[in-house]
Every structure is written in C-alpha cells, then in structure tokens.
C-alpha cells in the first residue's frame, strides 16, 4: 500500500519559518494537499494544489504559507508563524493520508 513520509516538523519560535515535505513510497498522481488538525477540533483543508498547478489556500494562512510540488513530491513552506498554528498537519495525496507532524509555534 502507498506510504506518505512526512518531515519537516518541529518547534519554531512564533515569527519564524518552517517547510513540511511529503514523499510517497511510490509514483502517484493526483491532488495533493496539506491538512492539520488541533485536538478537540476538525481536521481542515490548509492548501492544495492541482494536477493542473491550481492552489487553494485557507485565508488563515494565505500570504504566509506556500504550497509546491516536485515531482511526486509535495512540500508547505511556512512563513511567519503564529501560535495558532499549532497543530498536527497532515499531507494527503488522491485519497493516501501521511501520519501526521507536529508543528509546535511557541515562545
């Protein structure tokens, strides 16, 4: 079955930068995407990006974060960050979900 690595995560101070990789065990092709996920609260959409190069971004993160892929490779650079965004983010390829990454933003 299809595996999604994810790195990247870690503890950042709020203002600082941080980039999340997915990589899949094999070759896939589809939407790919990046979710996240608090405790207590519902999973939601983070950004996107389509077969064609069409990226969504939720407002809450639009002028910070910055999705791109290469290859079969997806990544979420993250700019600026905020205690808010604290979360467990989650990389998601057609309908394969990674494990999850802790991305902790505290002072």
């Known amino acids: 079955q299809v595996q999604l690595d994810e790195s990247g995560g870690g503890e950042v101070q709020p203002g600082g930068s941080l980039e999340l990789s997915c990589a899949p065990s094999?070759?896939?092709?589809?939407?790919m995407a990046w979710y996240r996920e608090v405790a207590g609260k519902e999973r939601e959409l983070v950004a996107s990006?389509?077969?064609?190069?069409d990226t969504y971004y939720s407002n809450s993160v639009k002028g910070r974060f910055r999705i791109s892929r290469d290859q079969f490779r997806v990544y979420l650079e993250m700019n600026d960050l905020k205690s808010e965004d604290t979360a467990v983010y989650y990389c998601?390829?057609?309908?394969?979900w990674g494990q999850g990454i802790q991305v902790t933003v505290s002072s």
């Open positions: 998601k390829i057609k309908m394969f």
């Open positions: 094999e070759s896939i092709f589809g939407t």
């Open positions: 990006i389509q077969t064609n190069g």
